[in-house]
């Protein structure tokens, strides 16, 4: 534990001083270099401190989340052990490169072979459990059984350690099946559940050679993250020699990822850091403006608007005789029948629209008692109105020259009876 801190101060301060990729290289060559007989080592680049309860779940293949892992930096995991033979092999292997990896233990493994856990500790890797017996149906388990898989795979692997401090509280599910409820109860217990970046799916029947094709050719589309191996394979023991040397070969370096303590706290990092591909500050940019989706882009036709539909003449709103001459010369065509004398034709302003445009109603021009000595004339006949056929209630100049408008829009607006004095001043408010 002690030379797991060491290696974590001293990388961390190399961290610190990665400026650029060549200084990261230096860095790589000084971890390597103080791999004692390996000076071609791979070696550690940094220690990674994270804390579980910031960051709960990690690994893109499930989660939006994954390590703060810079471009070419790469975590290597192992699952499913201890196995002796090939667990030691591959903890040999790993030595030989002074490189530093996860690994997630079986519990009922870890009570067969107690010392491969202890192996584990002693070379300074990171320790996380893997349940008890490695269910496959962590996915659909009732909560509590998953629980005591969970439980169980913990106790076990500390009774194989005989030491609380050394296990990390890191998790990952057997066969990647995950299920909200165990997520949940991880996180309330401070354990982060793991998943990965990329596999290299060496559990299946494939070569040795298929297993670092695949590791390589993942990682290198992603260009860091975190990778899954098996420890118990033995496809996966011939693998990673090749795998570590074409690692060193492209300039990937490894980290080292330990939990957060009291006396060791978490390693700096913004929220963007434990994002994959965080949203780059150009994106929205390029992407900017954008043409609106608007409903009528997909129409075939569009409706044309009817002259009609507008009645404006040089910004100025009609009168109200004003659409029945416009409607007279759209049934009829031109020419325009005459004007009325009076009222003169005024526009009225956009603000007064509301009171010009009701066409008044019938009752307006109701006459309720003396119909004829309550009405005087207020302008000469015109030719025009003289030539209408004035009804007997027809007695005043409003009322001809409505009579007139509506003798030539008679399918529009109904012929209307004469006007009561107080609806005829409410009349000449609407026309003035
Ligand atoms: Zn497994």
Redesign the pocket.
């Known amino acids: 534990m002690i030379a797991r801190v060491r290696v974590g101060v001293r990388t961390r301060q190399w961290a610190g001083l990665c400026l650029g990729v060549l200084t990261c290289i230096t860095a790589q060559t000084a971890s390597a270099a103080n791999c004692p007989g390996h000076p071609d080592a791979l070696g550690t680049s940094r220690t990674l401190v994270v804390d579980p309860r910031e960051h709960p779940r990690i690994g893109t293949m499930q989660y939006p989340e994954t390590l703060p892992l810079e471009d070419h930096e790469v975590v290597l995991t192992f ?2 052990g201890p196995l002796p033979h090939n667990s030691n092999q591959i903890l040999d292997i790993l030595a030989s490169e002074c490189v530093k990896a996860t690994f997630f233990e079986i519990g009922r493994m870890a009570q067969v072979y107690p010392e491969g856990v202890r192996k584990l500790r002693d070379a300074g890797h990171s320790i996380g459990t ?1 349940t008890q017996n ?1 269910p496959l149906s962590m996915d659909r388990m009732p909560i509590d059984r998953a629980r005591q898989e969970i439980d169980d795979g913990i106790a076990s692997v500390k009774a194989a350690l005989g030491d609380d401090t050394a296990l990390a509280p890191f998790y990952r599910n ?2 990647l099946l995950r299920a909200g409820d165990v997520e949940d109860y991880l996180a309330s217990q401070g354990i982060q559940t793991w998943s990965a970046d990329f596999l290299a799916d060496d559990w299946r029947h494939v070569s040795p050679s298929r297993v670092f094709d695949l590791a390589i050719k993942r990682l290198e589309e992603k260009g860091r993250g975190i990778l899954l191996l098996h420890d118990i394979q033995m496809r996966t023991v011939a693998a990673l020699p090749s795998i570590l040397h074409e690692l060193k070969a492209r300039g990937y370096r490894i980290v080292h990822v330990v939990p957060a303590t009291s006396g060791q706290p978490a390693t700096p990092t913004e929220p963007q850091q434990w994002q994959l591909h965080p949203p780059s500050e150009t994106v929205a940019i390029s992407h900017w403006p954008k043409i609106p989706h608007f409903v009528f882009i997909d129409a075939d036709t569009l409706p044309a608007p009817a002259l009609s539909d507008f009645d404006w003449r040089d910004g100025q709103l009609m009168t109200l005789a004003e659409p029945l001459y416009r409607a007279r010369r759209l049934a009829h065509g031109v020419p325009l029948p005459r004007e009325a004398p009076w009222p003169r034709q005024s526009p009225l302003p956009l603000d007064n629209a509301a009171s010009a445009l009701p066409v008044p109603a019938e009752s307006i021009f109701e006459i309720q008692e003396k119909r004829h000595a309550a009405t005087r004339p207020i302008a000469p006949s015109s030719h025009h109105a003289e030539q209408t056929v004035p009804s007997e209630r027809e007695t005043d100049g409003v009322a001809r020259l409505i009579s007139a408008d509506a003798r030539d829009s008679r399918r529009m607006i109904p012929r209307s009876p004469p006007i009561t004095e107080p609806g005829l001043r409410r009349v000449l408010r609407h026309l003035i």
């Open positions: 699952d499913d893997h490695h057997p066969g």
